[in-house]
């Protein structure tokens, strides 16, 4: 069982940066891929990044590839999603999500936990 919390969502200007966290309880967090999404009002969730559970692979969307970056330290049970060049059509909830496996993956249906999400808005 994974419990995960992020934080570090808010306002900012386009342009600017961001970084999200996502705590996780559990002992198998170090065991899980994680994987950031979000969700823009009136659209579907949609697949940002994720990372593998020792750190080494990583996969992003288009949309931010060359922006943002996932990273992660199991030592304090942490995922971070550091965002910057934010445009206003970064707008949306961000949600954490860890995997009952070891391995990358963009597939919504492929993670087990979630959290609550955090939202970020990014003004023109």
């Known amino acids: 069982q994974v419990q995960l919390v992020e934080s570090g969502g808010g306002l900012v200007q386009a342009g600017g940066s961001l970084r999200l966290s996502c705590a996780g309880t559990?002992?198998?967090?170090?065991?899980?891929?994680m994987g950031w999404f979000r969700q823009a009002p009136g659209k579907e969730r949609e697949f940002v990044a994720t990372i593998n559970w020792r750190g080494v692979n990583r996969n992003y969307a288009d949309s931010v590839k060359g922006r943002f970056t996932i990273s992660r330290d199991n030592a304090k049970n942490t995922v971070y999603l550091q965002m910057n060049s934010l445009k206003p059509e970064d707008t949306a909830v961000y949600y954490c999500?860890?995997?009952?496996?070891?391995?990358?993956?963009?597939?919504?249906?492929?993670?087990?936990?979630w959290g609550q999400g955090t939202q970020v808005t990014v003004s023109s």
């Open positions: 999500a860890a995997r009952r496996a070891l391995v990358v993956s963009s597939y919504t249906s492929d993670y087990a936990y």
């Open positions: 559990g002992r198998s967090f170090s065991n899980s891929a």
